[in-house]
């Protein structure tokens, strides 16, 4: 057994955050009971040192300093399974992995992968959570780009930022995701001034058209208004997602609810009641439910107490819009 000192050594070395003395000490318990001719604890100790030491820390990008707090960088763990969507939709983003999995069989035969994608839809419908997907799935890390901030009143620096991105795009690979795109040429551009946001975007579509990385590029928007022609040209692919159907929002309660589910449920009037909300909102309808049962000592969500929760997000969602 590991002698006090060392226990006492290893649980100080825990608590003062410093991984690396923490990993040593663990290493000098393995040497010890070594020594003691525990072999097999030794070889235990340090495979779970190895394993622990490989996990991979957060991305760290070699940003210019320019734009270190425009991109945020993630490696997330998102399957496609949570993604609730029309199979017409789920094919095309389908497509787009398998595209991008055999990209050198396609530059074989001189064509490109699918890799420019615009995300068109209402707000909560799943395009952030598409992105996020696609990188888990392509094993890259997402690298999101905060439209609104690099978006400047000066013409001259937005430019150069986009710049430097795009180098970035060149450079590190990875699934780039231009997060609320409306914010070049939508209602929330500064100043209201239409005609310096019409430039930052023609940037951009000069940008994106130049662009020749094997990188996944990716622009969300909710603003149908920013859907001219120039833009789509610049597109492999433009998906409109949209507010779900009834046999999406069961799909997507059941996946929610999944363990709290009760076999006895009445689905009609729970269907009737999402009508109108968003994923997300259905989503947070689900979640809300949950809670309440937990806190409550109960099982299971029974439909009248989810039909409630829905009904609270409907009023908000009048309210909102009212
Ligand atoms: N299609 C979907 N299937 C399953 N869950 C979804 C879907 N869409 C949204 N959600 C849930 O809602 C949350 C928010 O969705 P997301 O951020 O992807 O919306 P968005 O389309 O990017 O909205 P916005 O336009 O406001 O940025 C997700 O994290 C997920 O929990
Ligand atoms: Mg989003």
Redesign the pocket.
């Known amino acids: 057994m590991a002698t006090a000192e060392q226990i006492k050594s290893l649980i100080r070395s825990h608590f003062s955050d410093d991984a690396e003395r923490f990993f040593t000490m663990a290493l000098q318990v393995a040497a010890h009971e070594a020594g003691q001719g525990h072999g097999a604890l030794a070889h235990e100790i340090r495979d779970i040192v190895d394993k622990a030491r490989k996990k991979k820390g957060p991305v760290v990008l070699k940003f210019p300093v320019d734009i270190k707090g425009l991109v945020l960088s993630e490696e997330p763990e998102l399957s496609k399974a949570?993604?609730?969507?029309p199979a017409f939709l789920e094919q095309r983003i389908e497509r787009i992995i398998h595209e991008f999995r055999q990209l050198h069989k396609l530059k074989n035969y001189g064509l490109t992968h699918r890799r420019k994608v615009l995300?068109i839809?209402?707000?909560?419908?799943?395009?952030?959570?598409?992105a996020?997907i696609l990188a888990h799935e392509l094993r890259l890390p997402l690298h999101t780009i905060q439209v609104d901030r690099l978006v400047t009143k000066f013409m001259g620096e937005t430019g150069a930022k986009l710049r430097q991105i795009f180098d970035l795009i060149q450079q590190e690979s990875g699934v780039y995701l231009f997060?609320?795109f409306d914010a070049i040429g939508g209602e929330r551009s500064l100043d209201n001034d239409v005609g310096e946001m019409r430039r930052v975007l023609n940037a951009f579509l000069q940008f994106i058209e130049l662009d020749t990385s094997d990188n996944m590029i990716i622009a969300?928007?909710?603003s149908p208004k920013l859907l001219d022609r120039a833009l789509f040209r610049r597109f492999d692919d433009v998906l409109y997602?949209t507010l779900?159907e009834p046999e999406?929002r069961k799909r997507?309660m059941q996946?929610v609810l999944g363990m709290f589910l009760p076999r006895k449920f009445v689905w009609k009037d729970v269907l009737e009641d999402s009508k109108g909300l968003?994923?997300?909102e259905i989503?947070?309808a689900c979640r809300d439910a949950v809670k309440e049962i937990i806190l409550k000592d109960q099982q299971t969500v029974s439909d009248s107490l989810l039909r409630q929760m829905l009904q609270e997000r409907q009023s908000a969602h009048t309210k909102r819009k009212g």
């Open positions: 949570t993604l609730v969507m995300l839809g209402p707000p909560g419908t799943g395009k952030t959570m598409t996020r997060d609320e969300a928007t909710n997602y779900p999406e997507l996946n968003s994923h997300s989503d947070q």
